[in-house]
T-cell receptor
Framework: AQKITQTQPGMFVQEKEAVTLDCTYD???????LFWYKQPSSGEMIFLIYQGSYDQQNATEGRYSLNFQKARKSANLVISASQLGDSAMYFC??????????????FGSGTRLSIRP | GAGVSQTPSNKVTEKGKYVELRCDPISGHTALYWYRQSLGQGPEFLIYFQGTGAADDSGLPNDRFFAVRPEGSVSTLKIQRTERGDSAVYLCASSSTGRDTGELFFGEGSRLTVL
């Protein structure tokens, strides 16, 4: 069965520092995708970054990068040069493909990131 | 609009009542998902549709919960005999199965409060 684990319920980081949010996963499917979403206090879910299990390189999107370690089943999100607007809940999520391009996506319990000025 | 639309944004009801929550996905998206999110927790998967059919309803907590998508577009989540424990934000999301990332686009949610 699929499982996503986020072990950091909350983190405080000084503005402009880099921060790493941890995510480990479990799946028996060799083909899967990993996502990170941001949820500010307004409640909207904002897609940040995606990593496919067969992608050769770690995904990057602006200040976001995904530290994908397949053998360890970890997909940590790295935010460089943090900003006050990065304060939010962050969710790691996974979809396994099971031969279909659309299947359920499950989410972790989230990490609340707070950026100090 | 171009995004996922959910109505109502807020619903307050009494224990034992019937509730319907509506989701209008992004035009052309064939996959539609329902999640439930309690305060301080991650979204909990309920059900997803491919077109008109429920491809996976393994997350529905019990038979009081039911969802339909009769024409492959708008979906309705139906909750019978509501209980106080049903209080949560119900999130709908859609995705285009043709995209490699399968990114989900979320609506703003329907906040359900059962008194």
């Amino acid at each position: 069965a699929q499982k996503i684990t986020q072990t950091q319920p909350g983190m405080f980081v000084q503005e402009k520092e880099a921060v790493t949010l941890d995510c480990t996963y479990d799946t028996s499917d060799p083909s899967y995708g990993l996502f990170w979403y941001k949820q500010p206090s307004s409640g909207e879910m904002i897609f940040l970054i995606y990593q496919g299990s067969y992608d050769q390189q770690n995904a990057t999107e602006g200040r976001y990068s995904l530290n994908f370690q397949k053998a360890r089943k970890s997909a940590n999100l790295v935010i460089s040069a943090s900003q006050l607007g990065d304060s939010a809940m962050y969710f790691c999520a996974m979809r396994d493909f099971r031969g279909s391009s659309a299947s359920k996506i499950i989410f972790g319990s989230g990490t609340r990131l707070s950026i100090r000025p | 609009g171009a995004g996922v639309s959910q109505t109502p944004s807020n619903k307050v009801t009494e224990k034992g009542k019937y509730v319907e929550l509506r989701c209008d996905p992004i035009s052309g998206h064939t996959a539609l998902y329902w999640y439930r999110q309690s305060l301080g927790q991650g979204p909990e998967f309920l059900i997803y549709f491919q077109g008109t059919g429920a491809a996976d309803d393994s997350g529905l907590p019990n038979d009081r919960f039911f969802a339909v998508r009769p024409e492959g577009s708008v979906s309705t989540l139906k909750i019978q005999r509501t209980e106080r424990g049903d209080s949560a934000v119900y999130l709908c999301a859609s995705s285009s199965t043709g995209r490699d990332t399968g990114e989900l686009f979320f609506g703003e949610g329907s906040r359900l409060t059962v008194l």
